[in-house]
């Protein structure tokens, strides 16, 4: 008989590492699930088979739930490690994941996306190169000092964004006027730095205290 799955007991800093290198592991091996329901080509039958299977297997992650807006414990927020991300989370079967570095007076993320993530065939969704952005673009106040949230996002489409082919995108705060922070981005590939694929230009507001509590009840310090 399986072992049942249940939640962490404890949270030093040894239980808090093997937790996200389980969630880490659980996510990489969803995200291989999910590239390989997107490519595959097997008979209807193969894939009413895998469907039960899958099934089977997700009943089988019983426990506690998280609630909406309950910060997982193994998350830092604002702006720290966000197991969960659909961008940047290792645990999430949705997100390529992204990894985010700082870069001289902004943040670079690198990333390539599978079709999982397509668009036009071939290429990237729009969507989700904004979706890139926009997460980039957040880390890029988070680490100029001043946690935000979008307001606006423009995003401009210059030429198509390539699947399977190393990304790297960029942002950097471009100016402040109170709380609101200016940003601008990039994606481009990594090969080819200079070409920029799309280009975003983004306001963000940082919260006043009151609102961010209000929003983010289980976030406050
Ligand atoms: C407890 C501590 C926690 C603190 C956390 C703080 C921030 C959280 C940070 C990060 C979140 C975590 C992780 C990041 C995850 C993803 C990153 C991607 C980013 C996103 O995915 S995020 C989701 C999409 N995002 C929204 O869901 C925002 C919806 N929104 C609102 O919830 C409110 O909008 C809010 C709370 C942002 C501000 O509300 P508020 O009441 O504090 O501010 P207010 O309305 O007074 O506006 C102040 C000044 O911004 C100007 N302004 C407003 N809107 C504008 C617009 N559209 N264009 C140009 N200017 C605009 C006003 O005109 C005024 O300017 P002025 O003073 O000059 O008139």
Redesign the pocket.
């Known amino acids: 008989m399986n072992a049942p799955l249940t939640e962490p007991s404890s949270t030093t800093t040894e239980d808090l590492g093997h937790q996200r290198a389980a969630i880490a592991a659980l996510g990489h091996e969803l995200r291989a699930l999910v590239d390989a329901t997107v490519r595959t080509a097997a008979p209807a039958e193969a894939l009413h088979r895998m469907t039960d299977e899958v099934r089977r297997l997700t009943g089988r992650l019983t426990g506690r739930r998280r609630l909406r807006a309950e910060i997982p414990a193994v998350d830092v ?3 720290g490690v ?1 197991m969960y ?1 659909p ?1 940047t989370g290792p645990g999430s079967p949705l997100a390529p994941p992204m990894r985010v570095t700082p870069d001289g007076d902004g943040v670079v993320g690198h990333c390539t996306l599978g079709i999982a993530h397509e668009g036009p065939p071939g290429y990237v969704h729009g969507g989700m190169s904004a979706m890139l952005l ?2 980039l ?3 890029a ?2 680490g100029a000092g001043t ?6 996002l423009r995003t401009r489409y210059h030429q198509p964004v390539p699947l399977e082919t190393p990304l790297r995108v960029h942002a950097r705060v471009t100016g402040t ?4 922070i200016f940003v601008a981005g990039s994606i481009s590939t990594e090969q080819d730095r200079t070409a920029e694929l799309v280009t975003a230009d983004a ?7 009151d ?3 209000a ?2 009840p289980d ?3």
């Not at 006027?177 to 609101?180: A, G, H, I, Q, S």
């Not at 306001?203 to 006043?208: I, N």
């Open positions: 927020f604002p702006g966000r991300s961008v926009d997460e673009m957040g880390w106040c988070y946690p935000a949230m979008t307001v606006s006027e109170d709380r609101k306001v963000f507001v940082s919260p006043d205290p609102r961010a509590r929003l983010f976030g406050a310090p």
